[in-house]
């Protein structure tokens, strides 16, 4: 006689067990992010910039398709990126070399008198400069120097007057001056500006080269099994997105012709109470 005390479903194997875990870990991979898909399928284009793809979104892509802090926005035709509270010009995009050249919004007119007294600082999670930067320091309202310098300009900022401007390498404090702020440039243009302050401006303009830190591997793998490269915010990862009916996940798109290449945790169904695999 069958004893009332066991269950009918037989009791879960390890395989299964594992199986389980991975749906808990992943919870993308068995959702059908078809939607996420075709909206993924849109490039980021703006002013002289066109055909940005992952890990970046904005515009007509979603924030599924890119990494939360890789943003793109587009002000009147102009391409820019927020990092650290303070918004740059992006100025070209290089994806081979994961590289971003940017520069301070209010420097892109070669104005060196800055909308805020804020550090160009990065952040370290994301991007790190490219070779060959080295800080630079403006110094505003300094005390009048009997010294050689680039140019004794004023600035007004926030209605404050800052006289006397002074620049000076490395990444300092404003010393004697009343404020200060200190970005990047590359190792050789920094004798040029010591000479002569409109050199910087020139600098400015051409803004100052970062890489971005994101991952491309995964991104490679999930475009070679046809997939889309996007973000899952729920459990803050990458996530290939896939076509059709094929389950999206973190390992790239399972075929639906094949599935000698699938393994477990590519092709995942849920049936009543059991775990199963394609």
């Keep these: 006689m069958k004893s009332q005390f066991l269950p ?44 940005v793809d992952y890990p970046f979104w904005g515009g007509n892509r979603p924030q599924e398709c890119g990494h939360p802090g890789l943003e793109l926005m587009c002000e009147d035709s102009t391409p820019t990126i927020e990092i650290m509270n303070v918004k740059y010009r992006v100025l070209q995009v290089n994806p081979g070399s994961q590289i971003l050249r940017i520069t301070r919004n209010e420097f892109a007119i070669k104005d060196i008198c800055p909308e805020k007294l804020v550090n160009t600082t ?71 500006i010591t000479e002569e302050l409109s ?35 729920k459990s803050n990862q990458f996530t290939c997105l896939c076509p059709g009916n094929q389950a999206s996940g973190r390992y790239g798109c399972t075929s639906t012709s094949s599935d000698e290449n699938s393994s477990p945790h590519e092709s995942m169904v849920v049936s009543g109470t059991h775990w199963f695999t394609c």
Aim: aromatic residues 12%; proline residues 6%.
């Design 122 to 192: 990065l952040d370290a999670n994301l991007f790190e400069y490219a070779s060959g930067y080295v800080n630079l320091t403006i110094q505003y309202g300094c005390p009048s120097l009997n010294i050689p310098v680039p140019a004794q300009i004023a600035c007004h900022i926030n209605g404050i007057t800052y006289q006397n401007v002074y620049v000076v390498p490395g990444a300092q404090g404003p010393g004697t001056c009343r404020a200060s702020i200190f970005f990047p440039i590359h190792s050789t243009a920094f004798g040029g």
């Design 8 to 51: 009918e479903t037989p009791f879960p194997s390890v395989y299964n067990i594992l199986l389980l875990i991975l749906f808990i870990q992943f919870p993308s991979i068995l959702g059908n992010n078809t939607e996420w898909y075709t909206s993924c399928t849109n490039l980021f284009s703006c002013g002289g910039i066109s055909g």
């Design 199 to 233: 050199i910087l401006g020139q600098v400015m303009v051409s803004g100052f080269e970062v890489r971005w830190k994101v991952d491309s591997m995964q991104c490679n793998e999930c475009r070679n099994s046809n997939g889309r490269c996007g973000y899952d915010l």
